[in-house]
């Protein structure tokens, strides 16, 4: 096969048939095709797009193209989640617990990567428990959600090798705002990650990918396409991030507010994302009608359950559960200050993607793959949207390691909060879902 030809096919907006799309697969995954020809290729998809039965062909060929996880000694129906991405986004945390809690049969086997840019993965967050692990060999994966019915481990190298050197292309060619690059990017790992049902969190907003409800909705419905191609179940939130989710922005202050809101201390529009991601894993693998579901995590979360099982899990996976239990317990950077308002008003945004970079700034995200983070650095919102500050109260307290960078985080976070002088409308947090 010729790559030149391919390119130029691509770049007429022709269809690649099957055989053509394994062949570029094949050789992203084994270094056989040169970066520059590849980075022609994604560029073509970008203008020319790829139709359904390309993607899910394209998507099936990179799940493929390393090794796969196999769960058929899990007992009971693998659940797994998924967020298109978010600053403040910890309802893995909250909603994998919750389903495992529900007791409803229903496992959550999840895989999950580190954070560049904004915010950290869920791995960083949940290493910023003491001893806790995240690179389990398959059999320890296996036997944790076998006994606790749920468990988090960090991605391997070998997993969708194609995905890691294309990402890494579209990163630095512009190319990652493509619709069904983005949709076999994330359904590649998800199909490899072996569970039978896939619940997408796709994010709207200054601190997401997709700018309109519009274009993430666009987006889900190919990755729900995909998926039901590939056999798997597959439903969709379609949910706003124009604000962060929740008050905590920064690694360990996520798993604390995460503790706050499984042993019912916080609520609002993080509890209720979280709540219903979990009830639509239970219902997407058939456990019963969404009603009864809603109910199973309802109670799972009232009686403090979803908590004990998250403790479990981190005990499991050889973290200091006392630190879930009594929160308290995470060091708390002691470089800090607080941003103050400049007068009275309500909150009518704390724009998502300021208060992301702030939180970088402070080193909570990362600037490149392999820098390291500070699992203490970040944000607290003190005041969100719809509530009410007074001149000179408290709006955010930050977090770093040196007055440096606070100086620089404040001076981002001041941009990211508008002030009014009537109460906004409220806003809805899931915008749709699709089953
Ligand atoms: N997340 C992914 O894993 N891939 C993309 O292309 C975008 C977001």
């Known amino acids: 096969?010729?790559?030149?030809?391919l390119i130029e096919k691509k770049k007429h907006g022709d269809a690649l048939d099957n055989a053509e799309i394994e062949y570029i697969v094949r050789g992203a995954a084994d270094g056989t095709i040169p970066d520059y020809q590849l980075a022609a290729f994604l560029m073509a998809v970008c203008f020319t797009g790829m139709s359904d039965e390309e993607t899910a062909q394209f998507t099936a060929c990179m799940a493929h193209s390393g090794e796969t996880v196999d769960l058929s000694a899990v007992n009971g129906t693998k659940a797994d989640k998924h967020s298109t991405g978010g600053i403040g986004d910890k309802t893995t945390l909250i909603a994998c617990p919750l389903v495992a809690a529900a007791d409803c049969g229903v496992r959550v086997a999840k895989l999950s990567g580190r954070g560049l840019g904004f915010t950290g993965g869920t791995i960083d967050k949940l290493e910023s428990i003491?001893?806790?692990r995240t690179d389990l060999d398959a059999d320890t994966f296996i036997g944790i959600v076998n006994r606790v019915g749920v468990c988090v481990a960090g991605?391997?190298?070998?997993?969708?090798p194609a995905d890691k050197r294309l990402y890494a292309l579209r990163d630095v060619t512009a190319t990652v705002d493509s619709a069904p690059l983005i949709a076999a990017s994330v359904m590649s790992k998800k199909l490899a990650g072996g569970s039978d049902v896939i619940v997408l969190d796709v994010k709207y907003g200054s601190g997401a990918f997709m700018k309109t409800a519009e274009e993430a909705e666009s987006l889900a419905l190919r990755m729900a396409d995909i998926g039901k191609r590939l056999g798997k179940r597959v439903s969709a939130l379609i949910t706003d991030m124009h604000v962060p989710l929740g008050r905590a922005v920064g690694n360990a202050l996520e798993v604390q507010e995460a503790c706050a809101v499984l042993s019912g201390r916080a609520g609002g529009p993080l509890a209720e994302l979280s709540a219903a991601l979990a009830t639509e894993m239970l219902f997407a693998a058939g456990a019963d009608s969404r009603t009864v579901c809603a109910d199973r995590i309802s109670s799972a979360l009232r009686s403090g359950r979803g908590l004990e099982k998250l403790a479990e899990m981190v005990e499991a996976q050889g973290g200091d559960p006392a630190y879930i239990r009594n929160p308290v317990r995470f060091p708390q950077s002691q470089v800090r200050r607080t941003l103050y308002a400049p007068s009275d008003g309500w909150v009518a945004a704390t724009d998502a993607l300021a208060v992301g970079r702030a939180?970088?700034?402070?080193?909570?995200g990362r600037s490149s793959k392999d820098a390291p983070i500070d699992h203490a650095a970040g944000i607290l919102l003190e005041r969100v949207r719809g509530e009410y500050v007074r001149s000179g109260g408290a709006l955010a307290t930050l977090f770093a390691d040196s007055i440096e960078r606070l100086d620089e985080a404040e001076a981002l976070l001041a941009d990211a909060f508008r002030l009014q002088d009537k109460k906004p409308q409220?806003?809805?947090?899931?915008?749709?879902?699709?089953?």
């Open 130 to 132: 003491p001893g806790l």
């Open 426 to 435: 409220p806003t809805k947090t899931i915008y749709k879902t699709i089953c």
């Open 359 to 364: 939180a970088c700034a402070l080193g909570a």
């Open 1 to 5: 096969m010729n790559m030149v030809a």
């Open 155 to 160: 991605q391997t190298k070998s997993l969708v």
